[in-house]
Nanobody, 119 residues
Framework: QVQLVESGGGLVQAGGSLRLSCAAS????????MGWFRQAPGKEREFVAR????????AYADSVKGRFTISRDNAKSTVYLQMNSLKPEDTAVYYC????????????WGQGTQVTVSS
């Protein structure tokens, strides 16, 4: 089992920045692939970013590429999402998720943290 707790959401003006954190507990965090997803009101949940267990490989949705950065600190069992140049359309509940490998679905999810970007 892996338990995930997100933090760092809030209200920010367009153009501003936020850093989300996702603290993990339970099984060996360093062996899990991690991802960030978001869900805006009335929309389906969508992929934002992912990172390999080592941190060597990352991938981003086109809508956030160049503005968001995913990273992890395995010693702290934490994954981060640095969000810069925020836009109103980034407003959503952000979730972190964990999976055992790229061959597995994301089986563990946090409760989400709200990010609201005002224009």
């Amino acid at each position: 089992q892996v338990q995930l707790v997100e933090s760092g959401g809030g209200l920010v003006q367009a153009g501003g920045s936020l850093r989300l954190s996702c603290a993990a507990s339970g099984r060996i965090f360093s062996s899990y692939f991690m991802g960030w997803f978001r869900q805006a009101p009335g929309k389906e949940r969508e992929f934002v970013a992912r990172i390999s267990w080592s941190g060597d490989f990352t991938a981003y949705a086109d809508s956030v590429k160049g503005r968001f950065t995913i990273s992890r600190d395995n010693a702290k069992s934490t994954v981060y999402l640095q969000m810069n140049s925020l836009k109103p359309e980034d407003t959503a509940v952000y979730y972190c998720a964990a999976r055992q490998s790229v061959m597995h679905a994301y089986g563990y999810w946090g409760q989400g943290t709200q990010v609201t970007v005002s224009s």
